[in-house]
C-alpha cells in the first residue's frame, strides 16, 4: 500500500465513515491539534527520565481521541462509525495520576517558567501544544457536537503535563524557575 493517495491533492480530505471536508474545516483543525499533541508527547518520551510508559498510554489515548473526531457527522442519513471513545474514567485517572505526582512536589508559590532539563522542557512544550489542540478541538464543539469528555480530558492532560515537567525537574534535583514579576536590569 502506498503512502500518498492523491486525493486530498484539491484540498480537501476524507473523514472516517465518509464524507469529505476542507483541509481547514474545523474537524481537521482539531484532528491535526491532536495528532500534533500525540507527536510532542511522543517527542516527550524521548527526553524524560521516567513514566514512559504512562506517556505511550496517553498517546495511545489520544489516537483514539483522533479517531472519534475523525469520524465526524453523519451525513445522507448514514449512522457515524462506531469507534471507541474515552470515557470520564480516562479524566479520573489522569486527576489521581496528578494528585500522585503533586503529592511529591512542593506546593506552587508562582508561576513556572517552561524548561529545566530536556525531558521537563520537552513535557512543557507538550502541555502548550496540549493547551492549542483543546482550543481547536472547544472551536469545533462550538460548531459540531464534541463530546464533553474528549475537552475534559484534555484539559486535564495539559495539568497533567504540568506536574510531570515538574516532576522530571525534582527528579534532575533542579529547581523549578519561577516567573519574577519585576525584571533584573
Request: glycine content about 12%; aromatic content about 4%; overall charge neutral.
Amino acid at each position: 500500500m502506498k503512502i500518498y493517495t492523491r486525493t486530498g491533492d484539491a484540498g480537501d480530505t476524507a473523514l472516517f465513515g465518509g464524507g469529505r471536508v476542507a483541509k481547514s474545516h474545523l474537524r481537521v483543525e482539531a484532528m491535526g491539534g491532536v495528532d500534533e499533541l500525540n507527536a510532542a508527547i511522543g517527542w516527550a518520551a524521548t527526553q524524560v527520565v521516567g513514566d514512559r510508559g504512562r506517556l505511550e498510554a496517553l498517546q495511545h489515548e489520544l489516537f483514539t481521541i483522533g479517531a472519534e473526531l475523525a469520524a465526524g457527522s453523519a451525513s445522507g442519513g448514514r449512522a457515524p462509525p462506531a469507534t471507541l471513545e474515552i470515557g470520564d474514567d480516562r479524566v479520573s485517572a489522569i486527576e489521581t495520576w496528578i494528585d500522585e505526582v503533586e503529592a511529591g512536589l512542593s506546593p506552587l508559590r508562582a508561576f513556572v517558567l517552561p524548561g529545566g532539563t530536556p525531558g521537563a522542557a520537552a513535557l512543557h512544550l507538550a502541555r502548550t501544544v496540549c493547551r492549542r489542540a483543546e482550543r481547536a478541538v472547544v472551536r469545533l464543539g462550538d460548531a459540531e457536537t464534541v463530546r464533553g469528555t474528549v475537552i475534559a480530558y484534555l484539559n486535564r492532560l495539559s495539568d497533567l503535563l504540568f506536574v510531570l515537567a515538574r516532576l522530571e525537574n525534582r527528579r534532575a534535583g533542579r529547581t523549578d524557575v519561577e516567573w519574577k514579576k519585576e525584571i533584573d536590569k
